[in-house]
């Protein structure tokens, strides 16, 4: 399976992205879709995921802020995010699995797509 993104830019704080992430070549059905971010110096983290049947789940520090959504007869996974700040600035990476996992070894990773929040 191949994950590609988009979506990532340069936004003001306050301002709103809205990610993208669509699965090709998919031999097996995508039970779970997701994003992790990595900022710079910092390890990689966990943002939000998105089961198949639309159960869905956050990192405390984007509740109420995020909201991911997926489209599973596209097999693409949306991430929208509202009232951006600083500290959200990073590479955010797609993930999909055939498995109900917690990971973080996945079935695939997208390339990465980079969100700068300027203050």
């Known amino acids: 399976v191949q994950l590609v993104e988009s979506g990532g830019g340069l936004v003001q704080a306050g301002g709103s992205l809205r990610l993208s992430c669509t699965a090709s070549r998919a031999t097996f059905t995508i039970n779970v879709m997701g994003w992790y971010r990595q900022a710079p110096g910092k390890e990689r983290e966990f943002v939000a995921r998105?089961?198949?049947?639309?159960?869905?789940t956050y990192a405390d520090s984007v509740k109420g802020r995020l909201t991911i959504s997926r489209d599973n007869a596209e097999n693409t996974v949306y991430l929208q995010m509202n009232d951006l700040k600083p500290e959200d600035t990073a590479v955010y990476y797609c993930?999909?699995?055939?498995?109900?996992?917690?990971?973080?070894?996945?079935?695939?990773w997208g390339q990465g797509t980079q969100v700068t929040v300027s203050s």
């Open positions: 993930f999909a699995d055939r498995r109900f996992t917690w990971g973080p070894e996945y079935d695939a």
């Open positions: 998105v089961l198949s049947g639309g159960h869905t």
